[in-house]
C-alpha cells in the first residue's frame, strides 16, 4: 500500500513529440506527489509537483494530470527535446507517516532522438 | 545543488570495513535525509533528521546508523560494509518535512557518493 509504480521503465521519443510517464498509488492519504529529473552523475531534481486538490497543473512544456478517483497522475512534456533526456522519478508523500517519508516510483529513462 | 555537499564522491572498500559518509549543508534547514539509489529500485530512504540528534529510520536501515550533532552536517555510517550495500547514496534537505499539508517543501539532493563494496 506504500508503493508508487511507475511506468514504462524507457521511453523514446522523437524530437518534438509528447512524452508521457504514468504513476498509481494506493494508499489514499498520499497528499502530496511531486516528480523529480535526475541527470546521469547528478541528484535528482524536483521538476513539478501537484497535491489532489486540483486536477492538473502545468509549467511550461511540463505538465501534471491528477486522476484522484484512480489514483493516477502523470507527467507530459511537450514539444520534447533531445535535452530532456534523463530518469524521471515519481514519488507520494503521507503527511500522516514519518516526516520526510517520500516513496519514489523506480524510474522512467526518457531518451529523445533529434 | 543547493548548498550540499557530500564527501567522498566516491569510495571502493572491502567487505567488513567500517564506511562514513558525510553530507553538509549550508542552508540551515531542519531536515536531512540519506537515500540509496540502484537500478530497478529508485530511490530508497535510508534514514532521516529532523534535527539535532533527531533521527529516524526509513525503508532500508538495516545495516546503517547515522549522527548529526551540527545542523549542518549528517553522517551515514556502515558498521561493517557489505557488497549488498554498493549503491549511490543521496543526500537530502528540506526545510521542512515533506509534504506537510498546507506545504510544499522541497526535497533537494546533493550530487551522490558512489560506494563500491568488493
Known amino acids: 500500500q506504500q508503493q508508487v509504480k511507475q511506468s514504462p521503465q524507457s521511453l523514446i521519443v522523437q524530437k518534438g513529440g509528447i512524452s508521457i510517464i504514468n504513476c498509481a498509488y494506493e494508499n489514499t492519504a498520499f497528499d502530496y506527489f511531486p516528480w523529480y529529473q535526475q541527470f546521469p552523475g547528478k541528484g535528482p531534481a524536483l521538476l513539478i509537483a501537484?497535491?489532489?486538490?486540483?486536477s492538473e497543473k502545468k509549467e511550461g512544456r511540463f505538465t501534471i494530470s491528477f486522476n484522484k478517483s484512480a489514483k493516477q497522475f502523470s507527467l507530459h512534456i511537450m514539444d520534447s527535446q533531445p535535452g530532456d533526456s534523463a530518469t524521471y522519478f515519481c514519488a507520494a508523500s503521507n503527511p500522516g507517516g514519518s516526516q520526510g517519508n517520500l516513496i519514489f516510483g523506480k524510474g522512467t529513462k526518457l531518451s529523445v532522438k533529434p | 545543488d543547493a548548498g550540499i555537499t557530500q564527501s567522498p564522491r566516491h569510495k571502493v572498500t572491502e567487505t567488513g570495513t567500517p564506511v562514513t559518509l558525510r553530507c553538509h549543508q549550508t542552508e540551515n534547514h531542519r531536515y536531512m535525509y540519506w537515500y540509496r539509489q540502484d537500478p530497478g529500485h529508485g530511490l530508497r530512504l535510508i534514514h532521516y533528521s529532523y534535527g539535532v540528534k533527531d533521527t529516524d529510520k526509513g525503508e532500508v536501515s538495516d545495516g546503517y546508523s547515522v549522527s548529526r550533532s551540527k545542523t549542518e552536517d549528517f553522517l551515514l555510517t556502515l558498521e561493517s560494509a557489505t557488497s549488498s550495500q554498493t549503491s549511490v547514496y543521496f543526500c537530502a534537505i528540506s526545510e521542512s518535512g515533506v509534504g506537510l499539508a498546507g506545504r510544499t517543501d522541497t526535497q533537494y539532493f546533493g550530487p551522490g557518493t558512489r560506494l563500491t563494496v568488493l
Open positions: 501537484i497535491r489532489p486538490d486540483v
